[in-house]
Structures are given as structure tokens and as C-alpha cells.
């Protein structure tokens, strides 16, 4: 099966394509060819899609699967899925990406599923498991990550290495910048890669019975909360929350320079609304973790669905992880974070700046010094330093976590990475904090060492396998002296 893009004036192809995993359409074939749909029609041959100047024409072979269309669409085919995306949403980057990112659809700029498909995995109510090994909470976002160098950070006035919300109009402009650039599509957001990484970690019964993971929170009726639903279900997360009718799903440019060092902007649609009804109520009563993320936060009506989600986890005996997500986030919000914390929480996951942060110390603190104080009040204190290792606090003191050593490329990813092996070797019962914390550092240090925020099915099997020891039944959690942890 093949694709042309054949010119009207002279009938002779433009762009060809196989039908492989690989097929993206490009925008910006030049000035007067951006295949900007304006009529859509089916022939007994060939579905052909005309632009609006009628001066290109894409025949498909007859049967060809359905596809999303509409008026000043761009598109975006790979093998047969498509996405419709506005012009100043998904400007056309190039395809780079490994096998295994095809799996999950990371590297894909723009596709969706067709609602045959869209279907085809989902969940019915007797395929559901009795208990959800670990569920999140958090913010559903497409995110597009790019290599960039400082010029062009300068270039649009924006601060290296910090995250800022962004509007419609701020991101169709970075978007727009990023013309040309070489970037990805994948179904992100910080919780949704650590729950990736778990569910790849702990996707094979090696050392116990495969894990169960899900997702709740809030994804648009549009077509990137297809994309988002469908690569999350292809990487083992079962995203459970229906799309909200009318609601736009959240992106994230993530701009990284080549010091490893990324820059988010992030454009929140309806991702930080989430509302607690009956159907997430009944996700947190089957959890044996609740992990909530900290970016949800940022509005006090979803702050009031964290709260009776909260409840309803203590209520039901399950372990309560929050992560700390951001600086200006926790800054924002401080008094918010610690009710949750201080009434809820089991384990709290945070970087340096992020415990020094909670803690009200200065930058000249140590890390070691905000795990301790942290662990007063929270039983489960992690907090990463980057290059310079980690720290576990439990009851006032604190256990070093020397770092993986790796040859960075993406810092973008590490501090969900880290997360995932922290909860990876609660619920496989590695029997010391050393233990557990080294298993979180090599997690964090695999993804450091590759482009992209996930980790890769093939690492995960392998961390997995070299791990196996732990898998011994043990409990670390009389370290911790916390009846709700060892309940576990």
C-alpha cells in the first residue's frame, strides 16, 4: 500500500510514501502547499482530500480506514491513523524516533485512533481487576519535546531550565518558532511517565505478579485526548476518566538545550479540572497506592477532588504518594500542598529545590537537611539532587543514595523515572532503603542517558531481571513505623 501527494497541474507526485510506521505528512511543503482541507470526498476508487486552493490532491486506496478531518486542518498520517490538528497546534516536525517509541507513540507528530480502534482496547466493566496496584492522579498532557540551542530560548525571551503556563496564543507562537525543528509527540505529562515506567517495570510477572496501573484526571473530546487515551493504553496505563465534552486537552512544549538542561511551557486546557464523582471514587476504593500529582494544584476546585479522593484512599487502607512537581507550583500553592501532606500523605516525592521549598530553607541548605525535617511530618521522604545522588528520609533521618553514573542527554524525565523505581520496590518488597533507592537511581539514570522522558520496554525488562533479588518477600516499611504503610 502506498500514499502520493500528487499535483493537480501536473499529476506528478510531490511526496510518496509506504505504508510503514514510519509515514508522517509534512506541512509546509512550501507557501501555496499546506493541505489545508476544505472538502473531503469518497470516491469507488480513492478518498482524496483537496486543499483549499485545490492545488494538491492525497488518493488513498479504496477501504481505506476513517479518518478526522475538518476545514483548516493540517494532517498527519501514520500507517492508518490520523489526527486533525489546527495549524498553530501541530506545525509539521520530522519523525525521529526508535522502535520501541513507536510502541507507545512517543516520536508520532499527530496521530489518533479511528473509533474502531479507539474501542478495540478498552476496558469493559468484567476486564476491570479487582484492585489497582498503583492509580494517579494528575495532568493529562500531550507533551512535544524539541532539541533547541540558547539562541533560539533567547530568541522568544525565555528563561533556560524553569517551567511557565502558557495561553493559546504563547504556545501557537513557540510552536510556530519551532518550524523545521526536530520534535516529538507523546502522550506525557510527569505522573503519566512515571506510571509508564512502572507498568513497563512491572509489566512481567518477574518476581512477582504483573502490575496493574491506571491513570485518572481529565483529557478533551478532541483528538489529542484520543492520542493521549490510546498511547497510554498501548504502554499498559488504562486512563479510566471519560473525555470531557467540548474540553481541550493540555500540551507541554519541553525545549531541550544540548547542557541536557529543558525549559516547559505548559498550556493546561481542561488538564488541572478534575471533578471527584462516583467513577473516580470507585478507582481510589480499589488502589493499594494513590499517587497524586502536584501540578493538579494549581486550581482550588480540583484541590477539593484531591481532598475527598485523599479521604476515601485513607478510608480504604491505601498508601497516599504526592509529588511535589514544581517550585513556583508549591510556592503558589504551600498551604494547600501541606493539608495534604501533613493530614494525607504517606510518601512525598520532591528534588532538591522542591523539599527546600516546603521546608522554608535557603538554597544553601542541604538536601539531606530538607529530608530530615520533611520526614517529621510525612513517613516516606524521597528527594533527588541530580548528579549528586538522592536522599530517603524516614523519622527524622536520612539514608544517601549515591547516584547511577550515566553520560547525560535529556534531564527531562529523571525525577518520574526515579519516582517509578521507589514505587516499583515498594510493591515488590525490596527489603531496604539502600536497596530501594539504588533501584530509583538506575531507573532515573537509564532515561537520563537516552532522548525522550520514557523509559523503554527493553530497559525495563532488563532493571527488572537485575532486581530480581529484591523480589524476596521482606518489609521495608518497619523501617518507616507506619501502621498504614506496613499494612501493605
Known sequence: MSFSLLSLSSFSPLFSFSDSSSLVFRTAINSNLTCNASLFNRNNSNYNVYSSDKSCRLFYPPNYPSMSIGTDSNFYGVSDKFLKATSDELEAGTDEEDEDEDEDGEGRVGFAETEEDEHEHDWGPSALPERWDV????QAMVDFSGMVDDEFLDRLGLAKGTRKVVNHEERGRVLRAMDGCSYKAAAGGSLSNSLVALARLGGQPIGGPALNIAMAGSVGSDPLGGF???????????FLSAPVKDGTTGTVIVLTTHDAQRTMLAYQGTSSRVNYDPCLASLVSKARILIVEGYLFELPDTIKSITKACEEARRCGALIAITASDVSCIERHYD????????????????????????????????ISAARYLSHFVPFVSVTDGPRGSYIGVKGEAVYIPPSHCVPVDTCGAGDAYASGIL????????????????AAKVASVVVAQQGTRLRVQDAIKLAESFAFHHRSSNIWSDVGSDQISSM
Open 135 to 138: 492509580l494517579g492522579l494528575g
Open 228 to 238: 493521549y487515551r490510546s498511547k497510554l493504553r498501548r504502554a499498559n496505563v488504562n
Open 336 to 367: 494547600d500542598f501541606w493539608d495534604i501532606m501533613a493530614n494525607y500523605a504517606d510518601i512525598v516525592f520532591a528534588n532538591s529545590d522542591e523539599a527546600r521549598t516546603f521546608s522554608h530553607f535557603s538554597s544553601k541548605e542541604s538536601p
Open 424 to 439: 516499583y520496590g515498594i510493591l515488590r518488597g525490596v527489603s531496604d532503603l539502600r536497596g530501594m533507592g539504588a533501584l
